[in-house]
């Protein structure tokens, strides 16, 4: 089970904390075969160990493709048909331009931020020392962000609606 901890308002801790079970995919073991078009290609095995790791930073979880089996490809949004890997909202935060969702897909093992209305989004990724790995912002043209890494690690999305600034849990 990983620690969530949820922080509020400019980064200040709130009381609240979760502990959330990340789910595991069974799968037969293999080996990572060759993608056409520079997609990921990542053996069921490797998913459900840590999911598809840094191949995913950077990435647009709507139509970056995962090659599971070599012939067969899903993104981090949708998982694979007939499984419960689809991504899922694990919190959000209302603002009144908007509101911003973190999202979590336990296929890939990635989060990212996605937004309604005009709020701003950015998705930052923490080692569980708490420590800053890296962020990543609004892919242009969309309401959410490029996705990173969560296999091991933290996320956290961060809204701004004018001076109104506020943070998801980091899950």
């Not at 990572?32 to 990435?59: E, N, Y």
């Not at 089996?69 to 959000?92: F, I, L, N, W």
């Not at 043209?141 to 999305?157: H, I, P, V, Y």
Request: with cysteine; charged share 15%; glycine share 12%.
């Amino acid at each position: 089970m990983r620690m969530r901890i949820r922080t509020g308002i400019a980064g200040m801790a709130t009381a609240a904390s979760v502990l959330v079970a990340t789910p595991a995919i069974a799968a037969p073991s293999g080996s990572a075969v060759a993608a056409p078009d520079g997609a990921a290609s990542v053996a069921l095995s490797t998913l459900a160990a840590s999911g598809c790791g840094s191949s995913c930073d950077f990435k647009d979880p709507n139509t970056f493709k995962i090659y599971y089996d070599g012939t067969h490809y899903t993104t981090c949004v949708d998982g694979r048909p007939g499984y419960s890997e689809a991504a899922k909202t694990v919190d959000s935060v209302w603002f009144p331009g908007g509101t911003i969702f973190l999202r979590y897909s336990p296929f890939c093992r990635t989060i990212w931020t996605k937004r309604s209305g005009s709020v701003g989004v950015t998705t930052t990724s923490f080692y569980t020392s708490g420590s800053k790995r890296t962020s990543a912002g609004q892919i242009s043209g969309t309401d959410w962000t490029e996705m990173l890494n969560d296999s091991g690690l933290l996320g956290q999305g961060k809204g701004a609606d004018g001076p109104a600034v506020a943070y998801t849990i980091k899950y």
